[in-house]
């Protein structure tokens, strides 16, 4: 699956001497925590929630409140904004964005094309399409367990479920416990719970869970 399948299109931005107050208003209406920052044309930033949070003045501070609030009025986007924006591709496969928030600590990657801002994703879009991978909203068999980290072993696994007339409804793989085996989630119809079980029992490493889902 590829960004531009899952990706927010055409999002939401604002200019750079945009004023803090206008950004944190359409973040408001809108519901979001972030807004690329495009000036002609060109992704120049990015400003979040943080961005506006930290700008204002501390509750400790000695200003009165008319003089915070002239002082928040006369604050741009720019002053604020997060530079160098890490950004990808619509043709970025999914898992590889999900990676590159993670290893960055970020919330949100904006998708070019052609140095075109065309979408954003983040971290609430790859929640709601973690489910998806799971098949959460099918029902079957869901067993979770460890392979082997050998050439074969997931043929394995989907060769005697499929001799017995089960159907996968999903398979996601992940890294095991150490580098000899991997874990291995599937969710199957067709098939009892026992028939599952007794199909996997003399194939997999260990049995972490199975249950009906």
């Known amino acids: 699956m590829r960004l531009r399948d899952v990706m927010t299109k055409n999002p939401i931005t604002v200019e750079s001497e945009s004023l803090l107050l206008d950004a944190r208003k359409v973040m408001k209406e809108h519901n979001f925590r972030r807004l690329p920052v495009v000036d002609k044309g060109k992704l120049v930033g990015i400003v979040t929630n943080e961005d506006l949070f930290y700008a204002s003045p501390s509750p400790a501070t000695s200003l009165s409140i008319w003089d915070m609030n002239y002082l928040i009025s006369k604050v741009t986007v720019k002053e604020v904004m997060t530079e160098n924006v890490v950004t990808v591709t619509e043709d970025t496969p999914i898992e590889q964005a999900a990676l590159i928030m993670a290893k960055q600590k970020i919330g949100c990657l904006p998708v070019m094309r052609d140095n075109v801002l065309v979408g954003i994703i983040t971290e609430t879009d ?8 799971l098949a ?3 029902s079957g068999i869901r067993a979770t367990f460890l392979v082997k980290e050998e050439p074969g072993q997931l043929a394995k696994v989907t060769r005697v479920i499929a001799d017995r007339g089960g159907n996968f409804i999903s398979f996601v793989q992940f890294a095991g416990d150490n580098i000899e085996n991997r874990l291995v989630t599937i969710k199957v119809g067709g098939l009892s719970l026992e028939a599952v079980q007794d199909c996997l029992d003399p194939t997999v490493v260990k049995m972490i869970d199975i249950r009906n889902n």
């Open 126 to 133: 790859l929640l709601i399409i973690l489910p998806e991978l």
């Open 136 to 138: 959460v909203n099918q």
